[in-house]
């Protein structure tokens, strides 16, 4: 049997199928953030006794997040490295701060990959 006859004449079935899919991760998005939360969770577990699967979890867990297009809370961006996966300790991190125009910024510079994020926490006052 071809695709074409599957889904009836003059239908298009990968945009059927693509359609389905849509519907299906809606309806697990509930079950999907839970299992994100707690791949990170368990990631941070396991960061004091070197697990090598570290960074899958936190890379599984940033990829499913990407797919149901949820935006991760900010706790978990400043616990994990976005750049190479990794779960943020005082051993691989350093923190500065900085002031700028009367802002102040953290800087979070992380020593394995050299990547770093900076965030503003306090505005200036008008
Ligand atoms: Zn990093």
């Known amino acids: 049997m071809e695709a074409c006859q599957a889904f009836g004449l003059g239908s298009n079935p990968g945009r059927r199928i693509l359609f389905l899919k849509n519907i299906n991760m809606h309806k697990n998005k509930k079950k999907l953030v839970e299992k994100i939360l707690f791949l990170i969770e368990l990631a941070e577990k396991e960061k004091d006794k070197e697990n090598p699967y570290i960074k899958e979890y936190v890379s599984l867990a940033l990829r499913i997040a990407k797919k149901i297009n949820y935006r991760l809370p900010k706790e978990i961006h400043l616990k994990i490295c976005k750049n190479c996966q990794t779960i943020r ?12 125009n009367q802002n102040k910024y953290l800087k979070i510079r992380c020593l394995e990959c050299d990547y770093l994020k900076k965030i503003k926490y306090l505005e200036k006052k008008k």
């Open 89 to 100: 300790t005082t051993k691989n991190t350093r923190y500065r701060t900085e002031t700028k």
